[in-house]
C-alpha cells in the first residue's frame, strides 16, 4: 500500500517527466497516437513490453513513462539504429539520440536498447511477452518476419500493436498520396491476419494504428485446457 505523501511525490515526478518529454519534441509519425501505446501499457499492467524500431524514442519514451508509472515492468527496444531513408527526412544515427531521451524523460532504467535487427535480437529478447509494438521494417516480408518472431511469445491476453496499418489505404488523401512510398507492406499484414482470423482493431489516424491479439479467433480461446 503506497502512503498518500508517496503517491504525491510519485505523481508529481511523473508530471515532471512528462514534461521533459514535451521538451524532447522528437520526430515521429505517430503524433498523438503514441499516447495509445502509453494509455494500454498503463491499463494493461504488462512485466514484459517489447519494441521494434525506436528511431529517436518517441514510443520508446512514452512505453517508459507508462512502465514507470505503473511502478513495474521493462521494456526491451530493438532497433539497429543504422542510417537509413525510411523513418525521417534526415536519416542518421539515432543511437545515442535515443540514449539521450530516454535519460532525458528519465526512464532509462525501465528500458534495455537492443542495438540489433529483429533476427539477429532473438536471444535477447524474453520468451514470454506482454505488449509488442512493431514499427521497424515496413516491407511484407519485414513486418511479417517480425510478426513471427514476437507472436509465438505473446500471453495468451498479450496485445500487439503495429503502426503504419493504413499508409497505402487512404491514397486518394492528398496527403498521404504525397507521402506514399513504394514497398509498404504492413497494410497488406494485416489483411492477411484478418484473413487468419486474428482480432484486429484499427485506428484510422497518424497513418494506422493496430491492435492485435496473437490468438486466431480471439481470446476465448485461452480459456480452453489444452488438447490432449
Known amino acids: 500500500m503506497i502512503s498518500t505523501?508517496?503517491?504525491?511525490?510519485?505523481?508529481?515526478?511523473?508530471?515532471?517527466?512528462?514534461?521533459?518529454?514535451?521538451?524532447?519534441?522528437?520526430?515521429?509519425?505517430?503524433?498523438?497516437?503514441?499516447?495509445?501505446?502509453?494509455?494500454?501499457?498503463r491499463s494493461m499492467k504488462p512485466k514484459v513490453c517489447?519494441?521494434?524500431?525506436?528511431?529517436?524514442?518517441?514510443?520508446?519514451?512514452?512505453?517508459?513513462?507508462?512502465?514507470?508509472?505503473?511502478?513495474?515492468?521493462?521494456?526491451?527496444?530493438?532497433?539497429?539504429?543504422?542510417?537509413?531513408?525510411?523513418?525521417?527526412?534526415?536519416?542518421?544515427?539515432?543511437?545515442?539520440?535515443?540514449?539521450?531521451?530516454?535519460?532525458?524523460?528519465?526512464?532509462?532504467?525501465?528500458?534495455?536498447?537492443?542495438?540489433?535487427?529483429?533476427?539477429?535480437?532473438i536471444d535477447d529478447l524474453p520468451n514470454k511477452i506482454d505488449f509488442a509494438f512493431i514499427d521497424g521494417d515496413h516491407s511484407y516480408e519485414g513486418a511479417k518476419q517480425d510478426w513471427e518472431i514476437i507472436a509465438p511469445r505473446m500471453n495468451p491476453f498479450g496485445v500487439v500493436v503495429f503502426h503504419d496499418t493504413l499508409w497505402d489505404r487512404n491514397a486518394d488523401d492528398p496527403y498521404y498520396k504525397m507521402w506514399r512510398r513504394d514497398g509498404m507492406g504492413v497494410p497488406?499484414?494485416?489483411?492477411?491476419?484478418?484473413?487468419?482470423?486474428?482480432?484486429?482493431?484499427?485506428?484510422?489516424?497518424?497513418?494506422?494504428?493496430?491492435?492485435?491479439q496473437a490468438i486466431p479467433d480471439g481470446e476465448s480461446l485461452a480459456y480452453l485446457p489444452p488438447s490432449e
Open 50 to 121: 517489447v519494441e521494434i524500431g525506436s528511431a529517436h524514442g518517441f514510443s520508446t519514451c512514452l512505453i517508459g513513462l507508462a512502465l514507470h508509472q505503473n511502478l513495474k515492468g521493462h521494456l526491451w527496444a530493438v532497433d539497429p539504429h543504422v542510417i537509413n531513408h525510411w523513418s525521417d527526412d534526415n536519416p542518421e544515427d539515432t543511437f545515442q539520440i535515443l540514449q539521450r531521451n530516454l535519460r532525458r524523460v528519465g526512464v532509462n532504467d525501465r528500458v534495455s536498447i537492443i542495438r540489433k535487427i529483429t533476427t539477429e535480437a
Open 188 to 212: 497488406s499484414l494485416m489483411e492477411e491476419l484478418r484473413d487468419a482470423g486474428y482480432p484486429i482493431v484499427t485506428l484510422n489516424q497518424n497513418w494506422g494504428l493496430s491492435m492485435i
Open 5 to 41: 505523501l508517496k503517491l504525491l511525490k510519485h505523481e508529481l515526478n511523473m508530471a515532471w517527466k512528462r514534461w521533459q518529454m514535451h521538451r524532447c519534441r522528437m520526430p515521429t509519425g505517430l503524433a498523438d497516437s503514441g499516447w495509445a501505446l502509453h494509455g494500454l501499457v
